[in-house]
């Protein structure tokens, strides 16, 4: 026992002692001769309340109370301080059939640093408080600061993590409050704000070399948004509000598509008077000849000529005439519809029934070829603009009858193969030359086969842009001197809605 530091007590269940270690004797301040004298534990009590161990009071008393704690044979463990401020830890353990085991332990230096450390925490926490208060304060300096600025504003550390965002911001984006106190980063900001962006890293937000961003958000509110990096490697961003110039900015650009286009179409008013001061002085140079011929007959035989000769020269300075106007009104509709665009007025009506119509008006308008028509096959109704339709197929059976002034006969028939609706168009005329075939189509062109035969090089072209209208196309076979088959396009199923209306320039 004497090797062990604590000092050791066993009483019996007489509360006589039976060992008391050296360290017991030391801790407690007990001299040996004492406890010859004293074996017993109420009287090592007396002797310890006598000379002032428990402080001031009745000693009886003390010893007393001490005498009948011990008696219980209760586990205990507290501590005590000795006259010469030693503190003593006591613990004590009851023993099996009566008594107990004492240990005496020496805290005091135990308790000295803990006294020590509590008063450094103290000290650490009030220092801490006034650290806290400084920079509370300094905070709120910054804060007051940055929410005096009209630009939403956020502030990050050197990881990208958002410490700070200003009372603008909190207009901005509603919810900046939770992403600050969740320690979110720039990055996650950026993708919550626009979701359906490809994901960027934060070197793919700070790199100076990629243009950022002006963005309109979800309250209707455009801004503009820059990233910089502060002194002390924090991250700062801003958004600035740019509603109003964007406004400016969309009304400058109306104006100025308003003024590019104005200009183009007066560039193709221009350009359509030099062509038609061209096409007018080559197709007008036929018709005037004939009236001047038959006018200046008609004047030198006025006197002696017979009616049926006069009526024949007057027939043929009207069918001039007729010439000149068919000429003159179709360039005029031709750049009605370029300066104001085909419109697609387009429904589901009836479509085999009125294409039969087109044909039947044509054919009995048409008294020098037979119309051979088969549109049986073509669907009961779709989806069309009629009069666009009846532009395209009127156009293409007069080209039929006029390039063919030696054949007797123009056929058109309907058919729907693989999902395509087909209107063709045949004739055994003049026939284009197979390198003209995809230029028939650009305004103004007139095949080489087509000299001394009237016409403005309009039709086919206004024809292809109403077929394109219909998501169609028109596409030709020809041989020269054999003949043109022209066939129109058009997709069986129209992916349109219903009763829309389409304006293409």
Same mark, same amino acid.
């Given at each position: 026992? $004497? @090797?062990?530091?604590?000092?050791? @007590?066993? =009483? +019996? /269940? #007489?509360? +006589?002692?039976?060992? =008391? #270690? /050296? !360290?017991?004797q030391t801790l407690l301040d007990i001299p040996f001769d004492v406890l010859l004298l004293c074996p017993n534990l109420e009287q090592l009590f007396r002797f310890n309340a006598e000379r002032g161990d428990y402080g001031p009071g009745d000693p009886d008393e003390q010893v007393r109370v001490r005498v009948e704690k011990a008696r219980l044979f209760e586990p205990h463990d507290f501590e005590r301080v000795r006259p010469n401020g030693t503190v003593l830890r006591v613990q004590g353990t009851p023993i099996t059939g009566g008594g107990f085991v004492t240990l005496y332990s020496d805290v005091t230096e135990a308790r000295r640093q803990e006294r020590d450390l509590l008063t450094a925490r103290q000290e650490l926490a009030h220092r801490l408080d006034h650290k806290t208060q400084q920079l509370m304060e300094n905070r709120d300096l910054l804060l007051n600061a940055i929410n005096g600025i009209r630009d939403g504003m956020t502030i990050a550390d050197s990881t990208g993590r958002i410490v700070l965002a200003n009372d603008k911001m909190k207009t901005i984006h509603p919810n900046i409050t939770g992403y =600050?106190? @969740?320690? !979110? @980063?720039v990055t996650n900001l950026m993708c919550c704000l626009f979701p359906d962006d490809p994901e960027r890293s934060l070197e793919d937000i700070m790199d100076p070399d990629v243009p950022w961003l002006e963005r309109c958000f979800p309250n209707g509110k455009w801004y503009r948004i820059s990233h910089s990096w502060s002194t002390d490697g924090g991250i700062i961003s801003v958004f600035s509000e740019i509603t109003e110039y964007k406004k400016q900015q969309n009304n400058l650009r109306q104006h100025t598509d308003e003024l590019v286009k104005l200009l183009q179409q007066e560039k193709q008013l221009t350009e359509m008077q030099r062509e038609f001061v061209s096409m007018a002085s080559h197709e007008f140079r036929t018709p005037l000849a004939i009236i001047d011929s038959n006018a200046q007959r008609i004047l030198r035989g006025r006197d002696t000529m017979a *009616? /049926? %000769?006069l009526y024949g020269r007057l027939g043929k300075i009207r069918e001039s005439v007729s010439r000149m106007q068919y000429l003159i009104n179709r360039f005029l509709d031709f750049s009605l519809a370029q300066t104001k665009g085909l419109e697609l007025n387009?429904?589901?009506q009836p479509f085999r029934d009125t294409v039969q119509r087109i044909c039947a008006n044509f054919t009995e308008a048409c008294s020098t070829h037979a119309i051979e028509i088969d549109v049986s096959a073509l669907p009961d109704s779709y989806d069309f603009d009629e009069k666009l339709v009846e532009l395209c197929i009127e156009n293409l059976l007069s080209n039929a009858v006029k390039y063919s002034p030696n054949a007797a006969r123009v056929s058109i028939t309907g058919a729907v193969t693989g999902g395509v609706i087909e209107i063709a168009v045949s004739d055994q005329g003049v026939?284009? *030359? /197979? *390198? $003209?075939?995809? %230029? =028939?189509? +650009? %305004?103004?062109?007139?095949a080489s086969t087509s000299s001394g035969i009237p016409g403005t090089g309009i039709g086919l072209n206004m024809a292809a842009r109403a077929i394109e209208l219909h998501n169609g196309e028109i596409h030709i076979d020809s041989k020269v001197g054999e003949g043109s088959r022209i066939v129109i396009r058009l997709p069986e199923r129209s992916d349109f809605p219903d009763e829309q209306v389409r304006s293409v320039a």
């Open positions: 026992m $004497e @090797t062990v530091h604590q000092g050791l @007590t066993v =009483v +019996d /269940e #007489n509360l +006589d002692l039976l060992l =008391v #270690n /050296e !360290a017991a =600050v106190s @969740t320690g !979110a @980063t *009616p /049926e %000769k387009r429904r589901r026939g284009i *030359p /197979e *390198p $003209e075939i995809g %230029k =028939v189509f +650009d %305004k103004y062109f007139r």
